[in-house]
């Protein structure tokens, strides 16, 4: 029993005494710094991003997102299943123990009984009874239990970093569909202003043409203008409906039970975000720490496939008593020790085959690395770039808008006094106006774009502390 006990021991130290997983490489090379012109705004590492927008409602709307969203409750629920597959996968390290406890009657019915029946004529009923533990463990030579383990903690890790990502998204389209609702809130409110301008030079040329220095054309065509922003304003009002829709489902609700406040578009900011250099990407990404654990997690499959085309020895002991009469069932105890060697030897290829499926699927994940890898890197550019062309765009618009908003004035007051024609007042009329909507549109392409560089960057998200396994 001494040599037996021995050698569960030296098993056990093995078994956690086993080299931890190395970090998988990519085999890319971060790039020194980004292409695209970065800002030198000073580095935050608020996780809660979104206040820097300067807006309370959509800090509100982010806590009732993360409370609400079912899509972030599926994202927990499979945490939470990874996490009962990690301690199912590791139990095989630990010798399984299992209690017994029978009892047993045997009665002879009729005759006098034969020579395997322990019940015969003379003692018709036979009672038994008996107790017992017993232990098996299966000594972990080659490492395959524990890199069954370490692949199911790698799950659980994968998992998480899904979740945060699954967060990140649905912030972020909070964030995304709330600046939509007050920009197209504010198209609507030009929109009227538009229509009421429309309406006004309508009078004007009315008031012309029943006094004869108006013709019939100029008045159709400013009747037509008037329809035109008529059809527009129920257009950007169904958009901004639209938009409450999808704001709401983020949140978990239904449209109707959503109010809003009137805060203002304009009083949306944007801030200066640093995007750091691009090897800061690799630990700041979810989506990239997640792609990097399954990757581990397949490196660790190769192990228990490889594993499994080795001999494993399994012990068993066994201790246990028996009586004939309940109160005496703990006093004739007995042990029992076995050990056994299984060796794979023909299986028809199956075992070679689940190695050659788990280095295939190593490869696949690897390639998928890097492609989270190459595409975080892109997601970066992108929003930097957009940032910068916004930027410039903007500072051109608003001049733009100001001179169409001074040619208007012009024109209607020349028109007024007899010194244009129509024609110069609807074009400048139609010039203000997508000048109008055209500000509002950059407004919201640039807070987009601020969104979208903090989710490229990870948002706030930071690397969970986990143990290398």
């Not at 699927?361 to 062309?389: C, H, P």
Request: charged share 20%.
């Amino acid at each position: 029993m001494k040599a037996h006990l021995t050698l569960l021991a030296a098993s056990l130290a093995l078994a956690a005494c086993s080299s931890p997983a190395p970090r998988p490489d990519s085999g890319l090379q971060a790039p020194a710094a980004w292409h695209s012109a970065a800002s030198l705004a000073q580095r935050q590492q608020d996780p809660r991003w979104w206040l820097q927008f300067g807006s309370p409602e959509l800090d509100r709307l982010i806590a009732e997102a993360r409370a609400g969203s079912h899509d972030l409750a599926a994202a927990m629920a499979r945490v939470r299943q990874a996490q009962a597959s990690a301690i199912i996968a590791g139990a095989p390290l630990l010798p399984a123990v299992n209690g017994t406890f029978n009892a047993n009657r045997q009665k002879l019915l009729r005759g006098s009984g034969y020579s395997q029946l322990d019940a015969n004529s003379t003692n018709k009923a036979v009672d038994y009874f008996n107790a017992g533990l017993s232990a098996t463990y299966e000594i972990d030579f080659w490492g395959g239990k524990r890199a069954a383990r370490d692949s199911a903690l790698l799950g659980v890790q994968a998992s998480e970093f899904d979740q945060a990502t699954v967060e990140l998204t649905l912030l972020s389209g909070v964030a995304n569909s709330y600046a939509q609702v007050l920009s197209l809130r504010e198209q609507s409110r030009i929109a009227e202003l538009n229509l009421a301008n429309a309406q006004s030079v309508l009078r004007l040329v009315q008031t012309r043409y029943d006094s004869g220095s108006a013709t019939a054309l100029e008045l159709a065509q400013q009747k037509s203008l008037v329809a035109a922003q008529q059809r527009q304003v129920p257009l950007v009002r169904q958009q901004a409906e639209e938009a409450l829709i999808t704001l709401a489902a983020l949140l978990g609700r239904p449209v109707q039970s959503l109010t809003l406040s009137d805060q203002p578009f304009a009083q949306l900011n944007w801030p200066s975000i640093d995007a750091g250099v691009p090897s800061d990407l690799l630990a700041r990404r979810p989506d990239i720490a997640g792609a990097e654990a399954r990757l581990a997690a397949a490196q660790a499959d190769v192990r228990v496939a490889r594993a499994a085309m080795l001999p494993n020895v399994t012990l068993t002991a066994n201790l246990g008593s028996g009586a004939n009469q309940f109160d005496e069932v703990l006093r004739s105890p007995f042990y029992n020790l076995t050990a056994g060697l299984v060796a794979p030897i023909f299986n028809n290829g199956r075992l070679s085959a689940e190695r050659d499926k788990a280095r295939a699927r190593q490869q696949e994940l690897l390639e998928s690395y890097r492609a989270a890898i190459i595409n975080g890197f892109a997601d970066v550019e992108k929003a930097l770039t957009s940032i910068r062309g916004l930027d410039q765009q903007r500072q051109w618009q608003g001049e733009e808008l100001n001179q169409a908003q001074r040619a208007f004035e012009i024109a209607q007051s020349r028109y007024q006094a007899g010194a244009e024609d129509l024609l110069t007042v609807l074009e400048t009329q139609r010039t203000l106006y997508a000048a109008q909507d055209q500000n509002v549109q950059l407004r919201l392409s640039r807070v987009r774009s601020s969104i979208a560089l903090y989710k490229a960057l990870g948002g706030g998200w930071k690397t969970l502390e986990t143990n290398r396994l």
